[in-house]
């Protein structure tokens, strides 16, 4: 087992330079630059921009100054805001989104699960029918429909609640909870769905029955018998989402004025914002890639079927 | 927990005109339509039929173990040891399962849970129904594992479920069945998913522990050999009906009813010649929806009269414990009644 960490370890750093290298030149394939603007700059100003930036380099001498730079830690000053890093960037707005998504994806699962459990145990029932149409409007509702509700309702009428802020901007510790509710949303709506159906489908397996002819109560026949196998697929989904999440979503960062990373990831592209494109792209693929070696990770130790060798 | 009855009833068992329907788009199912039978002491009984004939059906009543909906039990009684399971509650019934009737299923592969150890899975069966620590009830089960035969049972028995085989594995089922000293093992094909090999081994098993333990068994299978070399008594069941009861020897030497003659033609034997044709009953079981008053047997039976397409026949005593339901064996006067 050890032996299999040190090794998926390993193999994530080919995978991140894979990712660095492929993100590094596509950006630089899309039409446009970092320097373009509406209105031409004479082409002195121009190739004294190009020339900080290294931009007149050829595009190889250009990758191996970013590989250095990346190898040590450094990714490299953002090409649209001037005395800006995005080291600095990401550091100032990642803490941000990491709060909010953990606090989001938590009560996401926690509601997820209960009430996909519920919904399987009560099948056809009204408990059934009420959190699957929760689960719809989860997804089928965009986020800047439910955040704006929430807003109306638990700020503005109620006056529950701040409309928006962040409490790291001296703002009440109250700002974190309608964002990370509108967040939880979809992936609540998911996770409740997931664990409906495979718990269903764990309900009906043959050794379900045998417990049952064992003479077991129900409850302890859901949550001995039947919970371990039914979390495979809500596991496998909660690796990606989680990286998801914690790296921010504009859509909730800009309807509740959260300073976090999800509003680089949009606005680096429209500027063409070479580095910051690939910097942020880069913490995604670290969190992505750790993610599912955890999820990986926790299916061995609740399924014993599966070892690493 | 209670301790068991000692009181000694003649039949361990009585199921009573049991009907167990499920409820389909396509219309209403009659699993099991009105059967009757009952299980002595110490008896092994047999209940043979094809596939979908409703054996499985019927045992998974006794345990009330039918899956609802669809499947509900309209009618019938089912008396353990003069208790109608049927009007049991939800903790009365937790409290016969498993320990006063257990079961072992046809595929030990998916019946045993793949995620968790076998020592879990043993040690909770005996814990729900005994007052014991964790600790007797772990002795117990290695006491159980060895009494089936699994090797070296003290280690083995912190493997999971995917680390044994499947012979072995119904081993540990019955291991598990048999645990809390059940009175009534219902085997459903205990030996269709396993190697022709290991099901000599497991049957004689399972007949060896019920001497052993006084344990009565209704084994359910669609294998005549095994009801041949096992069985005191068998049913043998058609579309939700008991059609002919008797003493498996009797069975075996005067089968009565049509179909069971067929299914005994049916058996393959090594004394006939090689090049012969192997004996089949024509066409297919019926279909159980919105089946028609009339004998289901009827468009596949050689002897069909008119009245078979019209009436279901009533049960006739051919003997002392031979009882068929067919209407050869009625006279002139009844058959122009029906």
Redesign the interface.
Known sequence: MTKYIVRRLLGIIPTLLVIITLSFFIVRVAPGGPFDTEKALPEVVKRNIEAKYHLDEPLVMQYGRYMFDVLRGDLGPSFRYKDWDVNFYIFQSLPNSIILGVIAISIAILFGITSGMLAAVKQNTWVDYLSMALAVVGISVPLFVIGPVLQYIFAMQLQWVPTSGWFTAGDSWKTIILPAITLAFADFATIARLTRSSMLDTL????I?????????TSLIIF??AM??SMLPVVSYLGPAFAGIITGSVVVETVFRIPGLGKFFVQSSFNRDYTLIVGVVIVYSVILVFMNFIVDIIYSM????ITYK | MSKKTTKQFDNMLEVRDLKTHFLTDAGIVKAVDGISFDLKQGETLGIVGESGCGKSVTNLSI?R?I?SPPGKIVGGEIFFEGQDILKLSESE???????MI??I?Q?PM????????ISTQMI??IC??QDISKKAALEKSIDMLNLVGIPDAKSRIHN?P?QFSGGMRQRV?IA?ALSCEAKILIADEPTTALDVTIQAQILELIQKLSRQLNTSVIIITHDLGVVAGMCDNVCVMYAGKIVEKAKTEDLYAHPAHPYTFGLIQSVPRLDKAKNGRLFSIEGQPPNVIDLPPCCPFHPRCEKAMDVCRTQYPPTKNLGEHHEVSCWLYTDDQERSNG
Not at chain 2, 112 to 117: D, R, Y
């Open positions: 009906r397996s043959d050794y029955r045998t417990a049952k002819a064992k003479g077991m109560r001995k018998h371990k196998g609740l399924d014993p079927r | 345990m173990l899956p019934l937790r409290h016969i399962r498993g320990n257990s079961m299923f595929d998916t019946s045993l849970n793949p995620f968790l150890k909770e069966t729900i129904h999971y995917h089922m598990m």
